[in-house]
Every structure is written in C-alpha cells, then in structure tokens.
C-alpha cells in the first residue's frame, strides 16, 4: 500500500543544512493502523508532510498503491490528495460557517466527480451513523465538542473513501475523554471500513490502539513495534521504548 525507500530530507538554515531524515525506510500494508512515535525533533511530522506531498525532499522514492508520488505533477499530485488521501489534522480544520453535514461531504466537492458528488449526502448520513455524530450533522463547528469535530474531521477524510487516511497527532488538543472517542473512530475505520492508517502521535495511549508503531529518533528508524494483541501491555513497551530512546 505505502512504501517509503531511503527517503532523505534537508532544511536550509541560513546557510547551514540539518539533515531531518536520514534515509528512512518503511511499509504500511493496506488495512494496518501504523502509528509512527518520537520525540520533537525526531521527523515524524516531516516524514508525514513528505508522504502527504505537501513538501518534496531531497532522494529517496515514495510508493502509493504501485504509484511513485515524486513522479507527478502538481495537478496530479492535487488530485492523488484529494481523491486517495485522507486528512486528520490536530486542529480540526473544519470550516465554521458549513454544517457538520456540509463539511464532510466538502472532498466530494472538491474533487468535481459527478459520481461523487452525487452520492455525497447518502455517503455523509452513513459516515455520521457509523462514528456516532447524526445527531449534530445540522449544528456548526462552534456548537460541538472538540471529540465530535475530530470526529467529522474523521467522516470527512474517509469520505472520498481515500486509498490511505494519514493523521497528524489527532489527540493532541483534545482532553483524555475526547482524544478516546477519537481513537474509537479510528479502530472502527479499520475494522468497519477496511481503512489504512498511518497516524503520527506523541501519545502512547492512543498508539498502543495500533498494530504496529514506529519509533523514530534523529531521523531515522529506532525501532518497529507490533501489538501482541493486549492494549496495556503494547503501551506498557511502547513507553519503556520511548523511554530507551533517552539512554
């Protein structure tokens, strides 16, 4: 599904050059919750803005469904984000004068596909029903909880029913109750709709809800992590690797 080869990226710093990846290498298969870890500075967030296209970089290849994203153009890279990625950001991102309803069919729209437009608000009602929020679909982002706009953000990335959902610390504004109700809706993306996540988290709670974690540190790959199938136990190793990192 997603394959990430010797990926290298660099920042000009007046005219000095940090290298942030160092030749990252990973894969995400499709249907896996993969949440990648580390502490600030590591490139997790520069590893996710390069994935999501939104910066280039330097050398190395990024593999989408068999397409190689460096490849494209920037209209076909335009339409690759709107139509086979999806985005959770950790400040919503929800526009405040669209209804709940309205802002996640918004991708439909956008993507101008007659067929998709057409099926939006159908699409929309099931999404709603699936994470729970029907019954704000006609409130705006002002009148509902930082969990139920996390949660549209959520219905509004899968709503193009995108190739791969890519999450950028999804919790991290939202207190324990709230960030939990979003990482449900994560787990019943996976298990209702087959999605593929790749989230990028400082959050060991809602990394042990994933299959496999990636720890990253300087750049590079520190670690790879799978869930043995016990969600307290996963977060129990998860923190004791985070907290080898610092050794």
Same mark, same amino acid.
Request: a negative charge.
């Given at each position: 599904m997603l394959k990430v080869e010797e990926l290298r990226k660099s920042y000009l710093v007046g005219k000095k050059s940090y290298e942030?990846?160092?030749?990252?290498?990973?894969?995400?298969?499709?249907?896996?919750?993969?949440?990648?870890?580390?502490?600030?500075?590591?490139?997790?967030?520069?590893?996710?803005?390069?994935?999501?296209?939104?910066?280039?970089?330097?050398?190395?290849?990024?593999?989408?469904?068999?397409?190689?994203?460096?490849?494209?153009?920037?209209?076909?890279?335009?339409?690759?984000?709107?139509?086979?990625? /999806?985005?959770?950001? +950790?400040?919503?991102?929800?526009?405040?004068? *669209?209804?709940?309803?309205?802002? #996640?069919? $918004?991708?439909?729209?956008?993507?101008?596909?007659?067929?998709?437009?057409?099926?939006?608000?159908?699409k929309a009602k099931k999404l709603c029903e699936t994470f729970g929020i029907s019954h704000i679909?006609?409130?705006?982002?002002?009148?509902?909880? /930082?969990?139920?706009? +996390?949660?549209?953000?959520?219905?509004?990335? *899968?709503?193009?029913?995108?190739? #791969?959902? $890519?999450?950028?610390?999804?919790?991290?504004?939202?207190d324990s109750k709230s960030g939990r109700s979003v990482i449900d809706a994560f787990v019943m993306a996976k298990e209702k709709l087959h999605t593929t996540i790749f989230m990028v988290t400082h959050d060991s709670f809602a990394a042990s809800f994933s299959d496999r974690a990636i720890l990253l540190q300087d750049g590079m790959v520190f670690r790879e992590m799978e869930n043995p199938g016990d969600r307290t136990t996963f977060q129990d190793e998860l923190l004791a690797g985070i907290g080898s990192m610092n050794r």
């Open positions: 942030v990846l160092k030749g990252i290498s990973l894969e995400v298969k499709k249907g896996e919750f993969v949440a990648v870890m580390g502490p600030s500075g590591s490139g997790k967030s520069t590893l996710l803005n390069c994935i999501s296209c939104y910066i280039g970089y330097e050398a190395g290849t990024i593999t989408l469904d068999g397409h190689k994203i460096d490849t494209l153009g920037q209209e076909q890279l335009a339409a690759m984000r709107n139509r086979q990625m /999806g985005f959770v950001f +950790q400040d919503f991102m929800l526009l405040d004068g *669209l209804t709940v309803k309205n802002n #996640i069919v $918004l991708p439909a729209v956008i993507s101008e596909e007659k067929e998709l437009i057409e099926a939006a608000e159908q679909m006609d409130k705006y982002p002002a009148e509902i909880s /930082g969990g139920e706009k +996390q949660r549209v953000a959520v219905a509004r990335a *899968l709503m193009n029913d995108p190739l #791969i959902l $890519l999450a950028d610390e999804p919790t991290g504004n939202l």
